[in-house]
């Protein structure tokens, strides 16, 4: 803020590099597994959220986007603690949105259900970052949706 001024659009997207750790199956998820994941996805936006929420109430405007895999809408087994956490983010970013209506500040969720830009998974769909960015310019200028899925089939 000292150096740019008001914050106009918090992003916040937890993603850790590949950790074989995080492919861990709800039936074999330790609570400790999950909450690794708890405090890098939500403990973690709530940080951000409120470094910048008081000042945005304040001036009445500004855009909090919070972004997920597709396992946060359409949980995947092998990522069961990761997918947990993300599920929890979604549900607050929602909420958040619910409470800040009427405030002139906007809470979104974006749930990204493809791979960016170069395939990871065999099979599975890939989309270009420009294509994505789509998604989050239209939750800035709509700012009455809570929740984007962006997916390709």
């Given at each position: ?13 937890p993603a850790g590099a590949a950790d074989p750790s995080m ?17 890098f996805y939500l403990y973690g936006a709530m940080a951000a ?28 087994p092998m990522l069961g603690s990761v997918n947990a956490a ?68």
């Amino acid at each position: 803020a000292g150096r740019f001024g008001t914050i106009d659009v918090l992003e916040y997207s937890p993603a850790g590099a590949a950790d074989p750790s995080m492919m861990i199956a709800p039936s074999a998820a330790e609570p400790s597994d999950v909450q690794k994941q708890m405090e890098f996805y939500l403990y973690g936006a709530m940080a951000a959220t409120r470094a910048v929420l008081p000042a945005m109430k304040a001036a009445g405007s500004g855009t909090l986007l919070f972004t997920t895999g597709g396992g946060s809408v359409d949980p995947v087994p092998m990522l069961g603690s990761v997918n947990a956490a993300a599920a929890a983010l979604r549900n607050w970013s929602i909420n958040l949105h619910k409470e800040l209506a009427g405030t002139g500040v906007h809470a979104a969720h974006v749930a990204i259900n493809v791979a960016i830009d170069v395939s990871t998974i065999p099979g599975f769909p890939v989309a270009p970052a420009s294509e994505i960015a789509q998604a989050y310019w239209q939750l800035t200028e709509s700012r009455d949706v809570p929740e984007i899925v962006f997916s390709k089939s």
